[in-house]
């Protein structure tokens, strides 16, 4: 594949992912209007489950295959892939079915095991359709893997708003309409996970061709060869998804108060989502580097090129940090006021979701050396943090235990991965002038929060201010930006 097609599929897979979950994070509103913060805090529960099932269920297979599919027999390699996670999808899925009341009870949701079984269902089928997916990837059909994933996307979406919006409107204006047969004005979040369910059965439907296109075989050799191979990815996988979402896994396990637990949990799910422009940069900005980083890998300036998109990277996370936080008496509007109490997470979210980026830009040593059992190390490293320091810190300070663990977590894989960089393959980073810009930024956000001003025009004059002073200081320190802003006056 040319650089040029690897990098339009790139823009297409990426632009496909971050437009489906910008579309996703649009019912943030509607979902905090609509329920309490409790039930709010079931939805944040069941989905990070899903987070770390999906890598359970799919335990390396997908990356297996395409390992796998340009060394062996494609159609057999597809096949062996596409047998395996059907097979457990439906172990999973059958004992979850036996089991259900033992796990609803377990789970709290004894009054409500319908979710777990939907989840259980929802949860299989994406983890089999990983496979087909692959498969459209492998054979280079961005365009049908992106316009399936968005069509899966914007169904969920639909969905919520014909269940949540639509039905109750009709049922309060219209009670007698025939179009009310099937709903429950008492089914409230239950929509929510229907509405996924019903999406991810449509998505199966629409990828049966890619299912059935190929001949059913076994190949208990390469099987064997794959299942070696995705393994330990799977270690590495369940690590990166402890990292993610542990912290709201062990909220209502670790909560001292237990009958608030639900409900600090949706708080903390809702405020979490007020990092989104963070993380849909750190999205964008890796679904376009990896490739850039190795096709610059042969240039004799490739370490200051790395090393000048590790201090910009961390410019632009500067600025949204910044953007956000100044900001925030306005975006907080983004989830309703019941949720409000747990703004106090947002910066140190946004700062741990930055050094989560600044990780990925740091790993371009071991991936380029070939020694990626280090990011292995430093994942599992991170997992074990995470989960000492959701333990240690929960109970004292709820919610903000559990965004401090984060960023711990991943301040911590950062400062390790930095170390053992330096020593495999030395990149000269701008630390001074990075330092500099850090401080900078926090300086700026403490002054702000020093104002007693209430949200008003001032207070906004205020933050732009300073906003203002941040973005003098880069343009006067670097280069690129002094000869763009020169070149716009110019015009």
């Given at each position: 594949m040319s650089l040029?097609?690897?990098?339009?599929?790139?823009?297409?897979?990426?632009?496909?992912?971050?437009?489906?979950?910008?579309?996703?994070?649009?019912?943030?509103?509607?979902?905090?209007?609509?329920?309490?913060?409790?039930?709010?805090?079931?939805?944040?529960?069941?989905?990070?489950?899903?987070?770390?099932?999906?890598?359970?269920?799919?335990?390396?297979?997908?990356?297996?295959?395409?390992?796998?599919?340009?060394?062996?027999?494609?159609?057999?390699?597809?096949?062996?892939?596409?047998?395996?996670?059907?097979?457990?999808?439906?172990?999973?899925?059958?004992?979850?079915?036996?089991?259900?009341?033992?796990?609803?009870?377990?789970?709290?949701?004894?009054?409500?095991?319908?979710?777990?079984?939907?989840?259980?269902?929802?949860?299989?089928?994406?983890?089999?359709?990983?496979?087909?997916?692959?498969?459209?990837?492998?054979?280079?059909?961005?365009?049908?893997?992106?316009?399936?994933?968005?069509?899966?996307?914007?169904?969920?979406?639909?969905?919520?708003?014909?269940?949540?919006?639509?039905?109750?409107?009709?049922?309060?204006?219209?009670?007698?309409?025939?179009?009310?047969?099937?709903?429950?004005?008492?089914?409230?979040?239950?929509?929510?996970?229907?509405?996924?369910?019903?999406?991810?059965?449509?998505?199966?439907?629409?990828?049966?061709?890619?299912?059935?296109?190929?001949?059913?075989?076994?190949?208990?050799?390469?099987?064997?060869?794959?299942?070696?191979?995705?393994?330990?990815?799977?270690?590495?996988?369940?690590?990166?998804?402890?990292?993610?979402?542990?912290?709201?896994?062990?909220?209502?396990?670790?909560?001292?108060?237990?009958?608030?637990a639900m409900s600090?949990?949706?708080?903390?799910?809702?405020?979490?989502?007020?990092?989104?422009?963070?993380?849909?940069?750190?999205?964008?900005?890796?679904?376009?580097?990896?490739?850039?980083?190795?096709?610059?890998?042969?240039?004799?300036?490739?370490?200051?090129?790395?090393?000048?998109?590790?201090?910009?990277?961390?410019?632009?996370?500067?600025?949204?940090?910044?953007?956000?936080?100044?900001?925030?008496?306005?975006?907080?509007?983004?989830?309703?006021?019941?949720?409000?109490?747990?703004?106090?997470?947002?910066?140190?979210?946004?700062?741990?979701?930055?050094?989560?980026?600044?990780?990925?830009?740091?790993?371009?040593?071991?991936?380029?050396?070939?020694?990626?059992?280090?990011?292995?190390?430093?994942?599992?490293?991170?997992?074990?943090?995470?989960?000492?320091?959701?333990?240690?810190?929960?109970?004292?300070?709820?919610?903000?235990?559990?965004?401090?663990?984060?960023?711990?977590?991943?301040?911590?894989?950062?400062?390790i991965s930095y170390?053992?960089?330096?020593?495999?393959?030395?990149?000269?980073?701008?630390?001074?002038?990075?330092?500099?810009?850090?401080?900078?930024?926090?300086?700026?956000?403490?002054?702000?929060?020093?104002?007693?001003?209430?949200?008003?025009?001032?207070?906004?004059?205020?933050?732009?201010?300073?906003?203002?002073?941040?973005?003098?200081?880069?343009?006067?320190?670097?280069?690129?930006?002094?000869?763009?802003?020169?070149?716009?006056?110019?015009?």
């Amino acid at each position: 594949m040319s650089l040029k097609k690897l990098a339009s599929q790139t823009v297409i897979y990426g632009l496909s992912s971050i437009i489906g979950r910008m579309l996703n994070y649009m019912l943030t509103p509607l979902f905090t209007r609509l329920f309490a913060t409790a039930a709010y805090g079931i939805i944040t529960e069941l989905y990070s489950y899903v987070v770390f099932l999906l890598v359970v269920l799919t335990y390396g297979m997908e990356t297996a295959f395409f390992r796998f599919s340009k060394l062996e027999n494609s159609q057999k390699v597809y096949s062996n892939a596409l047998f395996s996670v059907l097979l457990t999808s439906l172990l999973f899925v059958f004992s979850v079915f036996f089991f259900l009341e033992n796990i609803s009870e377990f789970l709290g949701y004894s009054k409500y095991p319908e979710y777990i079984l939907w989840f259980a269902i929802i949860i299989s089928i994406d983890s089999f359709l990983t496979i087909p997916f692959a498969k459209l990837r492998n054979e280079n059909k961005a365009f049908k893997f992106a316009g399936i994933k968005l069509i899966n996307i914007l169904l969920n979406i639909g969905l919520n708003l014909y269940f949540l919006v639509y039905y109750p409107y009709l049922y309060k204006h219209n009670p007698d309409s025939q179009w009310l047969i099937f709903y429950n004005p008492n089914f409230g979040i239950a929509y929510v996970f229907l509405s996924n369910l019903l999406a991810s059965v449509f998505t199966f439907l629409l990828l049966l061709p890619e299912i059935f296109k190929v001949k059913f075989t076994f190949d208990i050799k390469i099987y064997k060869k794959m299942l070696n191979y995705a393994l330990p990815l799977l270690i590495v996988g369940l690590a990166g998804s402890i990292n993610e979402v542990l912290d709201r896994i062990l909220l209502k396990f670790l909560l001292t108060d237990k009958s608030a637990a639900m409900s600090q949990l949706g708080i903390y799910g809702a405020n979490y989502k007020l990092s989104i422009l963070m993380t849909l940069f750190i999205q964008t900005f890796r679904y376009a580097a990896e490739p850039f980083f190795f096709s610059g890998v042969e240039k004799s300036d490739s370490k200051k090129l790395y090393a000048d998109v590790m201090k910009y990277f961390i410019i632009f996370g500067l600025f949204i940090f910044l953007g956000i936080m100044l900001y925030i008496d306005i975006l907080k509007y983004f989830i309703d006021t019941e949720y409000h109490s747990g703004l106090n997470v947002v910066p140190i979210l946004l700062l741990a979701n930055l050094f989560l980026g600044i990780i990925f830009n740091l790993s371009i040593w071991y991936k380029l050396t070939n020694l990626t059992k280090f990011g292995a190390i430093i994942s599992v490293i991170g997992a074990l943090i995470t989960v000492i320091f959701n333990i240690l810190f929960i109970p004292f300070f709820g919610i903000i235990g559990a965004a401090l663990a984060t960023l711990i977590c991943y301040f911590s894989m950062m400062i390790i991965s930095y170390f053992w960089g330096q020593k495999y393959y030395f990149i000269d980073y701008e630390l001074k002038t990075i330092f500099k810009y850090f401080a900078l930024a926090l300086v700026l956000f403490v002054i702000s929060n020093q104002f007693p001003l209430k949200p008003s025009i001032m207070k906004y004059f205020v933050n732009t201010i300073l906003l203002f002073i941040f973005s003098i200081y880069v343009f006067k320190k670097e280069p690129i930006f002094y000869s763009l802003k020169k070149k716009i006056f110019r015009r």
